[in-house]
Structures are given as C-alpha cells and as structure tokens.
C-alpha cells in the first residue's frame, strides 16, 4: 500500500500502537517545539518511520498547555524530528498519514497539510480488497476487513441505508 507514496518498508519492521511521543531532552527547544501524545500507529525500520493518525469520531486535538495551540499532527511532527536528529545513527525518511472515513476527513492547517497525507478507509479498503487472496485464510483479517467496511461510505447514513438492505434481504 505505501509503494504508491514512494515508501519501501524492509522485512523487518515494527508496528508499535499508542506510541508515546513526550520529547525527554532538556537540550530540545519545547516552547516551539513540543512534543507529546500518543502516536496511534508508528511503523518503523531501518530506513523509514511511518505516523498514521485514525481519525474515525473525532476532529485533530490540541492540548490546553500548549501555548501555541499546537496541534497533535505538530506534536507528532516535531517528535519525530527530534527522535531523528538526537536518536538515529543514519537518516531515516519520515512520513506522516491520517486515516480517515471519508464522512470525517479533518480540518488541518496548510502546514500540517504539507506534511500529512490524507487516506480514506475506501483507499485503504480498495488496495486490501484486491489483495485479499493474501489474507484469505485469516479469520481476524477478515473481521477487520468487514468491519471497516462501514468507514468506506461518503456518509454514514448511506452505511445504514445499505445495512438495513443487507438485514432486509436476509
């Protein structure tokens, strides 16, 4: 899926959830350029750090402390900045995504959407349904794939409607 952003993850990667992104250097310049929150998906190898932000209910979140109203999709940003400048023996290539429905897609700043690359469930949900024959003996990707299904509809009141068709039909 993320070869069509120019991304090649290796073999070998990690996919750590509600990764903590609170920046632990007293050298690093918090006022301008704080850290903090929970990344929801971090993927990572050698060579790349992956961001994605799900975003299925909720708008992007800012915290109150922040006295320049930063955004967590900035928090995120300047973390993973830090973790490549202070952390890293080689240059690592960042990227960062919000997962969204396509009812739900976020309100961000022309900076956060230079940064960030919006993708749907529908997106997402395409590139796995022409790939599923990989998947097809595995009963939990399976579920995951139904139930994101509700996510791929412009509206969820087109989701409903065609639920209740399904529940109708049967």
Known sequence: FFYKYGIALKRKF?????HSAKIEDETWNHESNPGGGR???LICDNENLIVIENKIMSG???VATDINDRTQLNRYVNYIDWLVKNNCEQKL???FFILTPSY???AISKEMASK???ITYADLY???KEHIYVFYNDDNFIAFFEAMERHTYNNIND???YEMQEKFYR
């Not at 990690?14 to 509600?18: F, G, I, P, S, T």
């Open 104 to 106: 739900n897609k976020p």
């Open 39 to 41: 990344i929801d998906l």
């Open 116 to 118: 960030y690359k919006v």
């Open 159 to 161: 989701y409903l409607y």
């Open 93 to 95: 290539n960042s990227y």
């Open 60 to 62: 992007i979140n800012t």
């Open 14 to 18: 990690a996919v750590l959830r509600e």
């Open 126 to 128: 395409r590139f796995l």
